[in-house]
Each structure stands twice: as C-alpha cells, then as structure tokens.
C-alpha cells in the first residue's frame, strides 16, 4: 500500500469540491485530506459537515488566511491544491513552494505577468513541483484530436479557427460572481480561455508568440441593458422581486449547496454570489475576438462569447494534407448548484454518462471527407476529463505519449495568450508575448 500525502486545500468555492471529494473518496488510500484554509469560517463549517454527512469523512481542522503557514507547519502537509480567487493563487503557490511544499492549481495558475514570473522564479528558486490541472486536455474527445494531429492526418497545422460559446446560463454565471472583476479574475480572457488556449498549444505543441485582441462587454451590464429597454433592474436577486421575473437571476435560497456555501456565509466577508448580470461594475468582457502567431507560424483567430442560446465549441484545423473540422456540444450549469456536473459528491453514487455529442470530420486534400469514431467515456465534468486527470494527479505512474500532465511551464503558457490579449485590448497594439515574462 502506497504511502498516504497529506493535502491541505486553499480556497473553498464550488472548485474545490471536485479535489476534496477525490482525497475522501476514490483516493483514499494514497491521499489524506489535513485541513481547509479560506477567508471564510461558514464555508470552512459547511464543508467539514457536508464530507462528515455524505463520506463520514472525520472534519480537518480550518484555518484563515493569515493562518496559512501554521496550517502547513501544524498538519504536516505534503502538497496545497490551490482553489481561491484568481488573485491569490500566486501567495498560496509561491508560500508554499518556499516552505518546502508542492502544489497543485487550479487554472488559471495566475491573472498577469508580475504574478506569473514571481511563480515561475519560484519554482526556480525552490525546485518544488507545480501541476496546474487543465483538466480538458484529459476528455477523450479533446485527445482524439491531439492523437490524430499528432499523427499527421492534416500534415502539419498551418492555421485554426477556434470558436468557444458559453451559452445564458453558464455564460451568464461569470457575471453574477466575484469573476466580473477583471482584478479578481483577469476577465474571461485568463479566467476561462485559459482552457482553449492551453488546448492549442499543447495540441499543436507550440507556444505563443504574437497576440492581437479586441473586446468588449456588449451585452451583459447596466449600460446594455438599458439601451435595449430593460426595466427591472436591480443589484442582487435576494430579496428583491424584480429578480423574480428575471431569466438570469439564481435564487440561492431554494438552492441547499448555495444557500450554505454563499447565501448563510456573506456575513463574514461580504462577498454577495447572486449579483445582477445588469448590474453596475462590471469590468470584463463578454465578446472577445484574438489573433494570434505561435513560434511554429502557426496562426488562430479565436472568439469567445457569454451569451450564446447553446454551449460549446467549434475548431477547425488547416494543414497541408487536408482540414480537420471538431465540433462539441456541452452541457451548461451554474456552479456550485446541485446540477454542476463536475461536481462528483453532488451527483447519484452511481456513474453518470453525460450527453454532450461531439464529431470530428478530416477532409483531406484529393480525397473523401472521413468521420472519425470518438470513444465513450464522458461520464462526469468537462467531458470524461475531470475524473481522467484526478487518477494522473493522485495516482499517476502511467507513461502518456500525448503528455496531458501540466506542469508550470505549460500553466504559464497557457495565461500568457490571455495576459497578452488584454494588454492588447488596453492598447489596441499587438503584443510580443517573449516580452512578458522570462523563463
């Protein structure tokens, strides 16, 4: 029997479920869960008693932010899964690689370049290990694509066009929460295109190198509300009746995994989970459109949009041998809600397969077009890749010749694309991402 890591987690939002539930339950034996350390003391209590009802889990002891480093010290930890605001991933990162830890991120691994090159200078520095978990690199489907492209059906990639379309109940959420402040989040260019760009590169095993952006928020906020005639505004949807006739508004009352992890929990930190999407102080984008250069002269044009009436993505790749064309459809979910489908320990015991078709269609040059079979496997979040890259992360051992493992190189990468479309949003001039950080 393998030797049990004792794991602390940092940051208790809806992410955090996903790494908590794998230590209690499927990693049980080669994980131990130590102790939970957030901001907030309510939510640190509900989860000690949600995993001591539904996993007669044992509850860990809690500890505040400033409480960070006699955690480490008090309970042995061996690795930090980082699950906190974007903004802070950097501390909790950079302290415990400098006390001797590794650490595990949740992505984005960081919001901009200061903060990026403090990380990486770390793990310089220290030499601790540093998985960030891109967790859509491990779904089937998206490594069908890596195994075909890696193989040569289209010859070598030339350009992609890579469409993502987060639809009004998935989109729209980004708008309700903490996310909607660019200084929380880095705006959805580093919060959730982190996803899309890690994909590139790493299914064209390539880096960045030039970026050019433009964004705005064009449909969600008070401004575009108004122009479009809307009447029944208001700031939160708690307690206020306009929200009741309100399509986008969530009700964190009638909501059990809300109600305690939000609703009964903003006394202490103020933090409010239900904000109007047309609501004032918004700060991000919602319709973003980037081209960008990688150091192989490749080339993508990129869109992302929050407010689709379906959910998914289209890419299509051009090659010198042909064109491969992928399209997936996604379910959408409010997070942290009972129909979050990443969550595991929200879900029945029993294995779910989740309905999202996905085709993938090569053209080659002087021949047929050919459908490719994708496997099954997508029960549970982000496709079947939730599960997959928990057993790499907790388990691990097994040789991958696609190389799904990120590590902090990748984890930067990923975010410069991002960084560098916002600088460039800002500016309105492309952007040299060398420039950036230095590794």
């Not at 505040?64 to 903004?87: A, H, P």
């Not at 599960?387 to 990468?413: E, S």
Request: hydrophobic share 35%; glycine share 8%; with cysteine.
């Amino acid at each position: 029997m393998p030797e049990r890591k004792r794991y602390a987690v940092v940051g208790l939002g809806s992410r955090s479920r996903m790494f908590t539930t794998a230590i209690l339950k499927e990693y049980a034996e080669r994980a131990e869960l130590a102790a939970f350390c957030d901001i907030n003391q309510t939510r640190m209590d509900y989860y000690n008693q949600y995993y001591a009802e539904t996993l007669n889990a044992r509850p860990v002891p809690t500890y505040k932010s400033d409480g960070f480093e006699q955690m480490l010290e008090e309970n042995r930890v061996d690795t930090v899964v980082v699950t906190s605001i974007d903004r802070t991933h950097h501390r909790y990162i950079i302290r415990a690689m400098e006390l001797g830890r590794d650490v595990i991120s949740e992505k984005p691994m960081t919001i901009d370049a200061p903060r990026c090159q403090a990380i990486l200078d770390t793990v310089k520095a220290t030499g601790r290990k540093l998985t960030v978990t891109f967790n859509y690199r491990y779904a089937p489907r998206n490594s069908k694509v890596k195994e075909l492209l890696q193989a040569g059906a289209i010859g070598k990639v030339l350009s992609v066009h890579f469409e993502w379309l987060l639809d009004t109940v998935h989109g729209a959420d980004y708008f309700r929460r903490w996310h909607r402040d660019k200084h929380n989040s880095g705006g959805l260019m580093g919060h959730k295109a982190t996803h899309h760009f890690d994909l590139v590169n790493w299914w064209l095993d390539t880096q960045p190198e030039t970026v050019f952006g433009m964004g705005d928020l064009l449909f969600y906020g008070r401004e575009n509300a108004e122009e479009r005639g809307v009447t029944n505004l208001y700031d939160r949807a708690h307690g206020r009746e306009a929200a009741a006739s309100d399509p986008f508004a969530i009700n964190l009352a009638e909501n059990e995994a809300l109600r305690r992890m939000y609703l009964e929990a903003e006394h202490e930190d103020g933090y409010i989970r239900d904000q109007s999407v047309f609501g004032h102080n918004i700060s991000i984008e919602d319709d973003m459109a980037v081209l960008v250069r990688y150091k192989n002269r490749a080339q993508m044009s990129y869109h992302l949009t929050t407010y689709s009436p379906w959910e998914g993505y289209r890419v299509a790749f051009n090659g010198t041998q042909g064109r491969l064309e992928y399209e997936v459809h996604e379910n959408s979910y409010v997070s942290g809600s009972k129909d979050d489908t990443n969550l595991p320990e929200m879900r029945d015991a029993k294995e779910v397969v989740v309905d999202e078709p996905a085709s993938i269609l090569i053209r080659p040059l002087w021949g047929k077009p050919l459908r490719v079979e994708i496997e099954g496997g997508s029960e549970g979040g982000h496709g079947g890749g939730d599960r997959r890259m928990l057993d790499d992360i907790f388990v691990g051992g097994k040789q991958d010749p696609l190389g799904r493992a990120a590590d902090h190189v990748a984890g930067a990468m990923s975010i410069m694309t991002g960084i560098a479309a916002n600088k460039s949003f800002d500016t309105g001039l492309p952007v040299h991402v060398p420039s950036l950080v230095k590794f």
